[in-house]
């Protein structure tokens, strides 16, 4: 909004230039959804302990969890307002691709707000089924892929996707499966990121640094001289989307400021589904698909914790009539933690490993 109002003014008075440039607005976001965050945190927490919409807590997880029992959740709320509040005030709200990651983040926020209500205020234990949700999911992805195809957002074809580490290269997804692979990525990352979410301020901290990281591939991927230097393509306008990440990740950190151990509140499905959706998103407009498996790391190797854990309980269980297991717990933050490590040891070594994955996704910038 202030792009719109203020840089038709550059004319009158030079200070009102910066609005013309991406990195300034980007500050500007993610100063104001920190800002946003700080500021509604305490109110939205408030809110939420009026409407008792408590945390539940798992018989079967780690012991020093159950004190967590009745924390406020839905926080993902404050995550959502900070980050469309910020993006519509700095970006440019003709922008596609803005437009299209605002959709998603609310799309995906209002599935998980609705598998939360179901959990805290129904009372039902299981939330939204999870067919429905992959369901809510699927259609998501399903309008997206079919948004691509039909009204392009580049010159690039569609169904192209850049391979990290190769440059002047990229994979072409065969026609037919184009649409599913959109909806697998949407789904996959947004359900990983809701894996995540299981020890205070976990996923929040590793979703502002893929946010960020992708900022910076977006401003890179938005600009002629650096995405052909790099060997990257070229994607004119995709520079907004740095705007959108930094206002994401700025929302991410507000949270965590009430959400760092001991949590006062809990973003709960409405956060983790829609930071996770977004920033798979943001990955497919910017056709760096195999980027996100790298920079957002943590959260693959959490979602894969599950899918083996799982998965060889299930063989097992048919082979032999008894059902083992590979991890203690999983998502694979429970399984240190059932190994004696205290919550806040995991919470910070796995924020370490989030950021190594996001400086192996910088390398790939050079390393081509």
């Known amino acids: 909004m202030l792009y719109h109002l203020l840089t038709p003014l550059s004319d009158e008075h030079i200070i009102f230039n910066l609005f013309r440039y991406i990195t300034f607005r980007a500050a500007g976001a993610i100063i104001t959804s920190l800002i946003l965050s700080f500021v509604l945190g305490p109110v939205i927490i408030r809110w939420l302990r009026t409407l008792r ?87 998501l992805g399903l309008v997206l892929g079919a948004f691509l195809i039909f009204f392009p957002l580049s010159p690039v074809p569609h169904n192209w996707t850049s391979v990290p580490f190769l440059a002047d290269f990229h994979l072409e997804i065969w026609g037919p499966v184009f649409i599913p692979w959109i909806m697998i990525v949407l789904a996959g990352s947004s359900n990983a990121v809701n894996l995540t979410d299981g020890l205070d301020g976990l996923a ?6 893929v946010a960020g990281t992708f900022a910076v591939f977006a401003y890179v991927i938005g600009r002629v001289d650096t995405s052909v230097y790099l060997g990257l393509f070229y994607l004119p306008g995709s520079g907004e ?22 949590a006062e509140v809990f973003m ?17 407009m910017l056709k760096a698909e195999f980027l996100l498996v790298i920079a957002g790391g943590v959260f693959v190797l959490e979602a894969l914790s599950v899918i083996i854990q799982v998965g060889y309980f299930k063989y097992t269980a048919r082979r032999t009539g008894r059902g083992e297991r590979v991890f203690r717990m999983a998502p694979l933050h429970h399984h240190f933690e059932k190994a004696g490590w205290p919550e806040s040891k995991v919470i910070i070594r796995f924020w370490i490993l989030g950021i190594l994955f996001a400086l192996i996704a910088f390398g790939s910038l050079k390393i081509r």
Request: glycine residues 16%.
């Open 53 to 139: 919409v408590g945390q539940v807590v798992r018989a079967e997880g780690p012991e020093d969890h159950l004190g967590k029992a009745g924390t406020p959740t839905m926080g993902g709320v404050l995550i959502l307002v900070a980050t469309v509040a910020a993006t519509l005030l700095w970006a440019p709200l003709t922008n596609v691709y803005v437009i299209v990651a605002l959709i998603v983040l609310m799309w995906l926020g209002v599935l998980g707000f609705l598998d939360d209500y179901l959990k805290v205020v129904r009372r039902r234990t299981e939330g939204l089924v999870g067919r429905y949700k992959l369901i809510g999911q699927g259609v």
């Open 204 to 209: 929040a901290g590793l979703a502002g640094i």
């Open 241 to 262: 989307l740095s705007i959108f990440c930094m206002a994401l990740g700025g929302a991410a950190l507000g949270f965590l400021w009430f959400n760092a151990h001991p």
């Open 268 to 284: 709960g499905d409405t956060g983790s589904l829609a930071l996770g959706g977004a920033i798979g998103a943001v990955a497919l």
